[in-house]
């Protein structure tokens, strides 16, 4: 990371870190405005177990949807060629020899140093993929960027993940990712040299990938944002005001 990049990295850090603070109503997280009632052991395994049916109903529901995905329709692609590491490549062999490719469509925003903090972060989660190996099975990154401006963020940022650039094709734009366009989940199967797109998710939908907000809704005060349905007194801020900004990833890559 240069100098000037740097810098820009820790100005960011401590500008984030003070809003945090600020957010805590200046008493620096420890002392949070409000706190779950307090009641004896067997009252709170009551109210447990109550939310567990809920949780048990909201899995098997979870499972239905699975299988209906498992079950949607798949549509034919064309021969689309991308831009990787070493070049041009095809979209069959973005696959590597896989059946099955899970492609995040990777915001951008041209001319920008750092690109959109909400798809730094959630693919910053994602640092060992070989597990998906035995599921026959990739995990990418396509954006709208040049390549070479796309692999040189991706490094300032510290991602793990492979990328490949749709600047010069259609792809991104046919995936409902244009130049300019939000963010995408698109996944693909290959028959042979053929390839199909079988799913598609955006928005909230793609908060299941990762794990950021499931660590998060488990904590007695959720995200912290003022659309969640929260007891009075909860601390709420502005949605995402808590998501850390690029330049920070930048910095958390150093500090590793």
């Known amino acids: 990371m240069s100098g000037a990049a740097a810098l820009s990295a820790v100005s960011a850090l401590a500008v984030w870190e003070e809003k945090l603070v600020s957010a ?6 420890s002392e949070p405005v409000a706190m779950p009632p307090i009641v004896d052991q067997s009252s709170w395994e009551t109210a447990l177990a ?7 109903a909201a899995t098997r529901e979870l ?26 490549v095809r979209l069959v062999d973005v696959f590597e020899g896989k059946r099955q490719l899970i492609v995040y469509n990777h915001m951008w925003f041209p001319g920008e140093e750092w690109q959109c903090p909400g798809c730094t972060g959630f693919t910053s989660q ?5 597990f998906l190996d035995s599921y026959d099975a990739r995990f990418v990154i396509v954006t709208q960027g040049p390549i070479d401006e796309a692999l040189a963020y991706r490094a300032r940022v510290g991602n793990k993940m492979t990328w490949y650039s749709t600047a010069d094709s259609p792809f991104g734009s046919d995936m409902g990712a244009p130049p300019g366009g939000g963010f995408q989940v698109n996944v693909l199967l290959r ?40 007891p009075h007194g909860w601390p709420q801020s502005p949605t995402y005001s808590r998501w850390a900004p690029s330049e920070v990833f930048a910095q958390y890559a150093d500090r590793a």
């Open 50 to 56: 109550e939310l567990r049916v809920r949780e048990k």
């Open 126 to 130: 994602f640092t060992r993929l070989e």
């Open 24 to 29: 805590h109503d200046g008493k620096n997280g």
């Open 191 to 230: 028959d042979g040299d053929t390839v199909y797109r079988t799913y598609n998710t955006q928005g909230r939908g793609v908060e299941q990938f990762g794990y950021t907000f499931a660590l998060i809704d488990v904590l007695p005060y959720g995200r912290q944002e003022d659309w969640q349905d929260s």
């Open 63 to 88: 499972d239905a949807i699975a299988a209906a995905r498992r079950r949607l329709p798949m549509v034919a692609l064309p021969d689309y060629t991308l831009e990787g590491a070493d070049g041009p």
